[in-house]
């Protein structure tokens, strides 16, 4: 379950040089208390990218699971979900998810509808991320799954 980070394609990209895009409101910095390296939500956000990296290159993990955003008039296998913010869904599967851990000072970016959970990190007490979405993302663009079991990050 655990990869490396060339293992990402489309799902994240490696290692960012300038970052002249990012000063706008979109791009602020996030504190968070030790996380731990389990999790049982995974969210996902349908309209927008995210791009993450951790201040001081310290080591962190995201587990992600590809984009499962449907047309919900089209036959599925599952239960399509409705979010609030009107896009329909299938939820990801433990089996989905992939966990990469992130090393050095390196960005990731996940793509739209990209499933993920973390910054995840158990080392530290807290730790600060540069973060790059739009300013209110977390609030119209925020879906969560909830898994029946924690997925535990083993390194």
């Known amino acids: 379950m655990l990869g490396s980070i060339p293992a990402l394609g489309d799902i994240a990209r490696a290692r960012?040089?300038?970052?002249?895009?990012?000063?706008?409101?979109?791009?602020?910095?996030?504190?968070?208390?030790?996380?731990?390296?389990r999790f049982k939500r995974i969210t996902h956000h349908a309209r927008v990218t995210q791009c993450l990296g951790s201040v001081g290159a310290h080591p962190w993990y995201m587990a992600v699971s590809p984009p499962s955003i449907v047309d919900p008039s089209s036959q599925h296998e599952g239960a399509v979900r409705s979010n609030a913010g009107g896009h329909s869904y299938l939820p990801p599967s433990h089996a989905s998810v992939q966990v990469f851990k992130i090393d050095g000072p390196r960005?990731?970016?996940?793509n739209e509808g990209t499933w993920h959970a973390g910054p995840l990190f158990g080392d530290r007490d807290s730790m600060v991320f540069y973060n790059l979405e739009l300013s209110d993302t977390n609030v119209v663009d925020h879906?969560?799954?909830?898994?029946?079991?924690?997925v535990l990050i083993e390194d």
């Open 16 to 37: 960012v040089s300038s970052c002249e895009q990012c000063r706008s409101r979109r791009f602020y910095l996030m504190e968070l208390k030790k996380t731990g390296l």
């Open 107 to 110: 960005f990731i970016k996940l």
């Open 143 to 150: 879906t969560t799954h909830v898994f029946e079991d924690d």
